[in-house]
């Protein structure tokens, strides 16, 4: 994808997400979308109320939001201060 910030992510457990490629990572499902100069990465359980009950998401800006909803998105709480 020309001129997009992120073509793949390495996480600490070796673990590579590449876009549009859902994982499943420790009882939840991964998915990294890019765009342009941006990114998103969201994970929900992968068994809802069995594996977790929260939905994460983060983008280009560092915010991690959370959310009880199936899914977290831009406009869900944020759960800490941005990511220097």
Request: proline letters at 8%; aromatic letters at 8%.
């Amino acid at each position: 994808m020309e001129g997009c910030c992120v073509s793949a992510l390495n996480l600490p457990n070796g673990v590579i997400l590449l876009p549009d490629k859902p994982r499943q990572i420790d009882g939840y499902v991964f998915t990294l979308r890019t765009s342009g100069s941006g990114f998103a990465l969201e994970a929900v359980p992968a068994q809802r109320d069995v594996t977790g009950f929260r939905a994460y998401f983060v983008d280009e800006t560092g915010v991690i939001r959370s959310s009880v909803q199936e899914h977290a998105t831009r406009e869900s709480p944020s759960i800490q201060e941005p990511v220097p």
